[in-house]
């Protein structure tokens, strides 16, 4: 998407590109966000398990 801004939410840390969350479907995202993390398997990750995080995709460690 030409222009579009990574955001992360700020209820589930979600990373997304739109303006609304594709994981909790909340509208309240934030441009200011450090660290980063992919969980491709949360079902076999240990620390998707530890965050607490069921979907894969990647996650904000800080909003």
Known sequence: MPGSKEKACMNCK???TGSECDNCGSTNLTINFSGLIIIIDPEKSELAKELKLSKPGA???KT
Do not use: N, Q
């Open 59 to 61: 996650y904000a460690t």
């Open 14 to 16: 979600k990373i997304v």
